[in-house]
């Protein structure tokens, strides 16, 4: 089949399940509760697309294939088509989102079962898929950018998605809008690229920007893009939705914030690293901010202890190390940390789904027990503790993808993260200091990866059961529908990793990631060239290195919170003090933007500055010179008497000074 | 088959049912008349966009109705009424608007119902007449003609301050135009004794033909311009905008917001910048800074806002500030941007009004704290004000990204602006809106239902989905598929630029030749036009013979 | 003995002056008709005179003119002045002033 039906059946298939499951459900309230047809629709419009994207896979040719539809705008010297493009790195995307999205939709089908809003969240859901897709394929910024906006409305919408509390929607306008600042940095690129070179085609910047634009412009541009990146990937400083947007059902926190979403910055990066890899000077910046953001996230994750919190900054560390790789020019193995991240950390939410799916049921069953319950919080990992004993599934899935971020040899994590590290070591090696440093941040932010991690499903899973009545009451393992997608994506987790395999194995032969979207072998990600490579020794200690952190801290962080549980973590803090207080107050960023930017912007400058300023100057001088008119005539009517005698003296006078000047005025 | 004077039939058959309505005394059959008229018109105008080519003929209109006899031979004052890409989508922006504004009004408005549908049928006859017009002076009439029936609409079926709010919104608008016809009369005068044998005209096309120098552009320019930038409007000039907005009942405001305000930017592309392209270049970058600030200033403003209602009228203060930066940008990409995105934000701000009023009939406050929660109560409004807020928002794939992008990557272009920074402050304007607008979402829609009148609140009738439904398609459809409606107005659009280009260079060559004249021979003054009793007070002082 | 012509002129200008001073200084209504009545008279003479002496009739027709609006705005005058005395007890025009700011 073509090509050009294919790729309009991988994009038009979501569009219209979302269409499909939005409208008809919005006007006819009796289809909302038909939630086994709802959930077949939205899940198969996905995984269509998945088979059809994966015969695209199988049958590549090695060549990129574009197809354009329709023109999008068209004025003067621009013109923008709906185009999208087939290469590596969109196949690879696009199996990513169709695959982990797929099973994601599954998943939902069980964990929102008997929500009220069931069609509502599939109809989201297909709008992202469909947004993402636009976004991953796009054969230009423009399409690409409907798909960052795109993907962002739906985070919005989903983060969201429990309106009647309003914490859950202020959340989703943070996001929402936090987002938006990174996407002006996106517009203002675009509008630099255009006027410089004249096109936003992928087809003309990957081949000719580099060769066309001067040095200075591919600095602005690229920070430009990198801006925007940081607010879709939440790096510092636009990283503070990311947290608040645990606010929406965790399956969106697995599908939109871990595995698809927040990696369209590295997605973006990674499609123009043609042009990235020109300006050293944002790389640096890529890299320095990718390394503080990987350490700073990893520092909160410690301290939290709602157990999707402790996820979500995991995420924001996780990619601050995406951005580490893509700073140092190993692009390809920034998109390779996506791919087993997407895997390691969906099912790491996921899990925590199944998990305080059943501690609701736990609270329901309390409440029925009379217990009051107006304190128990369903996602605190301090009223949890053994329930692998109950939620076996559950606990090894959780427990595999907890080992696979953490590093520990042989699992996806592992190889991903330590070619991370090896790549900024090298990169170092070869004379840039800065990567050196990003090295050393990035070695200490695995160590601390691997700790809270452990302590997160040791909490969670291991220790006494810390909820009321726990003798009473027990979860349960969730259905099918939830441990199926599960143990798919704790699968994808344990594999995954042997796709890039390190380059001292064979030579980097066995680096099938590395030769399938490198530059170097055709594909379509370039990569920094690195003149003095590091001896296959030094290469193995590194490895051996990271190895043991990893274990090593494994181990440790088992077995405190095994023999002490939650009680370590009180005196971890009294070994700290402050430096954990500064985590668990999350370094102040929220008090940062709340107290100044928010509070400066609306409350000082609009609400008591501008809005006074509109009514009382602007408007006041329109009225002020109303009122001027007003007094001036109120002043000259008094020369109206209303005696005749008076307007016949005014007359008299006026005819003697006439007939005076027509006399004697010459 | 071709309908003679389609046109014409268009702008004034609104005001044969405006007689008709005038006549009738049944609550009912006057609704149904003016709903009838103005879809009859609405369909004819379709018949406008089926008959108008734009390969045809770039300059010159099409489906011309043309008529001197209107005035006596001694001022050459025509009808002259004709379609081009210019105003092709703002007539049919007007002519859709016209159900929509009768079906919302349908239970909106409780008294003098007569009065109301018979004025605003006027209103619809002025405003197609301005923007159908190609003679200065009918363009004029019709401009202070929609004056009359917004200042009832206002001012009998409006809020609390409907007096203030009419009385102000026609004193602002009046001294603007004032203005501007002292600029028309002194042009057709100068123009006829130029170029049309001593015989005053205002005829666009004759008007084209005479090079006006360059100093005397500048002032008629801020005449022009001053009228405009009151309707558009531009900062500082807004204040009368929320008043307005705020006090009409809501088929006005959408009226209002969806094609008046238009009349202003749509002034300043037919007439400001044609007309005196030298002096427009020379005051582009004043009019860049003002509108950047009005787009800034309107958003911060309208964050604040306690009033649902004043939220949006300030919206249109910061988006309109899109349209005239991408007027005065002087490039292809960034004018056609601006001319749809009139279009564009007629349909998204005339939505959110609609939704407003929606609201106001149900619980008779605009005050958002008085509201929360309304999407548990009324899922269907809430999708539909959700869809306007993106659209309004500028979000890619819907009508308001369009216009927005391309007016920012034009000017980004531009010449004449030539400043990154200030593309980069309008660019803000991106983020700002969606501060403000799901600012509006969130305290209305979102939260729980603490309030019993909203709780119980009716969702959408047929009626309303009926009104909102083609805008709601519209927005998609232009914003998935704007190419039809750009390729439409291409040739309209090079058109005004070239002409800006020919006659910008003709009124410089004339200032050059002038100035080698007074070189080369002192005494001799600039060849002044020929006796004019009425433009003495405007001749210099020294050419006043010894 | 033929009269000069000036003497008319004179003997009218002091009369329209007379009329004039009577209708700023006076404030009865009915002696401010009667001024503008002598001032209107005063006109007439001019124009009699006039005419005599530059042999046209056409001033002496006007004068006819002069004399019937005369009439007509003694009668209308003292109407009004009459209506506001019903009302108001007073003639005094310093007490009607109806057209005060």
Excluded at chain 1, 227 to 254: C, E, H, N, R
Excluded at chain 2, 172 to 183: E, H, I, N, R
Aim: aromatic share 12%; hydrophobic share 55%; glycine share 8%.
């Amino acid at each position: 089949m073509s090509h050009d039906l294919l790729v309009r059946l991988i994009l038009l298939l979501p569009l219209a399940g979302a269409v499909l499951l939005g409208v008809l459900p919005l006007f006819m309230p009796a289809l909302r509760r038909r939630e086994g047809l709802i959930g077949t629709i939205g899940t198969s419009v996905v995984v269509i697309p998945f088979a059809i994207a994966t015969y695209l896979f199988v049958s590549y040719g090695g060549d990129p294939v574009t197809v354009s539809y329709f023109t999008w705008m068209e004025a003067a010297e621009l013109s923008v088509d709906f185009a999208y493009r087939i290469d590596e790195l969109s196949l690879i995307m696009t199996l990513i989102v169709t695959g982990v999205g797929g099973v994601i939709h599954l998943y939902s089908a069980g964990y929102m079962h008997g929500d009220p809003g069931f069609w509502r969240f599939f109809a989201y859901l297909n709008l992202f898929i469909f947004a993402m897709l636009n976004l991953v394929l796009a054969n230009n910024l423009v399409v690409l950018f409907l798909g960052w906006e795109g993907v962002g409305l739906c985070s919005y919408l989903l983060i969201g998605f429990w309106y009647t509390d309003l914490k859950n929607s202020a959340a989703a306008n943070k996001a929402f809008i936090v987002n938006r600042i990174g996407d002006f940095a996106f517009l203002m690129a675009m509008f630099l690229i255009f006027s410089e070179l004249g096109s936003l085609s992928f087809d003309v910047l990957l081949t000719d920007a580099a060769s066309v634009l001067s040095a200075e412009t591919i600095d602005y541009i690229v920070l430009l893009l990198f801006i925007g990146a940081t607010g879709k990937s939440a790096q510092i400083p636009l990283f503070v939705w990311l947290p608040d947007a645990m606010a929406g059902p965790t399956p969106v926190s697995a599908l939109i914030h871990a595995a698809t979403m927040v990696t369209s910055g590295l997605y973006l990066l990674a499609r123009m690293s043609p042009i990235v890899l020109e300006t050293e000077v944002v790389m640096m910046i890529i890299a320095v901010v990718g390394a503080l953001t990987a350490i700073m996230a990893a520092t909160i994750a410690i301290t939290q202890n709602d157990i999707k919190k402790v996820l979500a900054y995991s995420t924001v560390s996780q990619l601050g190390y995406m951005f580490m790789a893509a700073g140092v020019g190993a692009f390809f193995v920034a998109i390779f940390h996506v791919l087993t991240h997407a895997f390691f950390k969906a099912c790491l939410f996921l899990g925590s789904g199944s998990v305080i799916h059943s501690m609701e049921h736990v609270e329901h069953d309390l409440e029925h027990e009379g217990e009051d319950v107006s304190d128990f919080d369903p996602q605190d990992m301090r009223t949890m503790g053994n329930l692998q004993e109950y939620m076996p599934s559950t606990g090894w899935t959780y427990f595999i993808a907890t080992l696979a971020i953490s590093g520990i040899p042989l699992l996806a994590g592992f190889f991903s993260k330590d070619e991370i590290l090896f790549k900024a070591f090298e990169y170092g090696y070869d004379g840039n200091t800065y990567a050196m440093f990003v090295w050393v941040v990035g070695v200490i932010t695995a160590a601390l990866t691997a700790f809270y991690m452990t302590r997160s499903y040791y909490l969670t899973f291991m220790g006494e059961e810390r909820w009321p009545l726990a003798d009473k009451i027990h979860p349960h393992e969730s259905s099918w529908k939830m441990t199926v997608p599960l143990w798919i994506l704790a699968g994808g987790s344990l594999v995954t990793g042997f796709l890039g395999l390190p380059a001292v194995i064979k030579d980097g032969k066995w680096n099938w990631i590395h030769h399938y979207l490198g530059a170097n072998y055709g594909g379509p990600v370039a990569e920094a060239s690195v003149s003095a490579h590091v001896p296959g020794s030094l290469e193995w200690g590194l490895i051996g290195l990271s190895s043991a952190i990893a274990v090593g801290v494994f181990f440790f962080a088992r077995s405190m919170y095994l023999s002490q549980g939650i009680a370590f973590d009180v005196s971890l803090k009294e070994r700290l003090g402050g430096l954990y207080e500064l985590w668990e107050h999350k370094y102040r960023w929220d008090d940062f933007y709340d107290n100044v930017v928010v509070e400066a912007l609306i409350n000082q400058i609009s609400r008591d500055g501008l809005a006074p300023f509109d009514s009382k100057i602007v408007d006041g001088a329109v009225n002020g010179l109303a009122g001027a008119t007003q007094e001036s005539s109120s002043l000259l009517r008094r020369i109206q008497t209303g005696v005749v005698q008076n307007y016949a003296l005014a007359l008299v006078f006026g005819v003697v000074l006439v007939i005076g000047l027509m006399i004697f005025g010459g | 088959m071709e309908i003679p004077f389609l046109t014409s039939i268009v702008i004034f058959l609104p005001a044969l049912g405006a007689l008709v309505v005038a006549l009738q005394n049944n609550v009912s059959s006057i609704r149904w008349t003016a709903l009838g008229t103005t879809l009859v018109t609405f369909v004819l105008s379709l018949g406008l966009w089926w008959g108008y080519d734009p390969a045809a003929s770039a300059a010159a209109p099409q489906m011309v109705d043309l008529s001197s006899s209107w005035f006596p031979d001694s001022l050459d004052i025509k009808y002259f009424v004709g379609i081009d890409g210019l105003n092709i989508f703002l007539i049919l922006l007007t002519t859709l608007l016209g159900p929509i504004v009768v079906a919302s009004s349908w239970t909106y408005i409780e008294k003098q119902h007569r009065g109301y549908y018979a004025l605003f049928l006027l209103l619809q006859t002025g405003i197609t007449g301005v923007f159908a017009s190609f003679d200065l002076i009918l363009f004029y009439i019709f401009f202070e003609l929609t004056l009359i029936p917004m200042y009832f609409i206002i001012g009998i079926w409006g809020g609390e301050d409907r007096i203030y709010a009419a009385i102000k919104f026609v004193l602002y608008t009046l001294v603007g135009s004032l203005l501007m016809l002292v600029a028309i009369l002194f042009l057709g005068y100068e123009a006829g004794n130029a170029v049309n044998q001593g015989v005053f005209t205002t005829d666009w096309f004759k008007l084209l033909d005479y090079t006006i120098p360059v100093a005397t552009q500048s002032w008629l320019f801020i005449l022009f311009a001053l009228s405009f930038a009151i309707k558009v409007p531009l900062f500082p000039l807004h204040t009368w905008l929320p008043d307005a907005h705020v006090q009409a009942p809501t088929g006005g405001s959408v009226i209002l917001a969806g094609v008046l305000l238009k009349m202003g930017t749509y002034g300043l592309v037919r007439f400001c910048l044609p007309l005196f392209p030298n002096a427009a270049q020379d005051w582009a970058l004043l009019f860049a800074v003002l509108s950047v600030i009005g787009i800034i200033y309107g958003a911060l403003v309208a964050r604040v806002q306690p009033d649902a209602k004043k939220l949006v009228a300030y919206s249109s203060v910061s988006h309109l500030g899109f349209v005239v930066l991408g007027i005065f940008a002087f490039t292809d990409i960034a004018m056609q941007g601006a001319v749809i995105q009139m279009v564009n934000h007629g349909i998204s701000t005339g939505a959110l009004f609609l939704i407003v009023g929606m609201l106001y009939e149900r619980r008779h406050t605009r005050l958002m704290e008085d509201y929360g929660g309304l999407a548990t109560s009324v899922p269907v409004l809430t999708s539909f004000m959700i869809f306007s807020v993106l659209a309004s928002a500028g979000l890619p794939g819907l009508n308001g990204f369009v216009g927005e992008f391309m007016i920012l990557l034009g000017t980004f272009k531009s010449e004449v602006i030539a400043s990154p920074l200030i593309v980069g402050l309008a660019t803000t304007g991106v983020i700002l809106a969606a501060v403000y607008l799901l600012y509006m979402v969130y305290s209305t829609f979102f939260g729980e239902l603490t309030n019993d009148a909203n709780a119980t609140m009716p969702d959408m009738n047929a009626r309303e989905l009926a009104l909102m439904l083609p805008l709601a398609i519209l927005m998609f459809v232009m914003g998935f598929f704007p190419t039809p409606f750009l390729k439409q107005m291409e040739p309209s659009t090079t058109f005004i630029m070239e002409t800006i280009q020919e006659r910008r260079a003709d009124a410089l060559e004339l200032q050059r030749m002038q100035e080698g004249m007074e070189e080369g021979r002192a005494v001799r003054v600039t060849p002044a036009p020929p006796e004019s009793g009425s433009t003495s007070e405007a001749t210099p002082p020294t050419t006043l013979p010894e | 003995m033929e009269v000069a012509l000036n003497w008319y002129l004179g003997l009218s200008a002091i009369l329209f002056s007379i009329g004039t001073l009577g209708v700023l200084l006076k404030r009865n209504a009915i002696v401010l008709l009667m001024s503008v009545e002598l001032m209107l008279n005063a006109v007439n003479l001019t124009l009699v005179a006039l005419s005599q002496s530059m042999g046209d009739a056409d001033g002496q027709l006007l004068v006819f003119f002069t004399i019937a609006v005369a009439a007509a705005e003694a009668a209308v005058g003292l109407a009004i002045v009459i209506a506001i005395f019903r009302r108001k007890l007073t003639v005094d025009i310093t007490e009607i002033n109806l057209f005060k700011f």
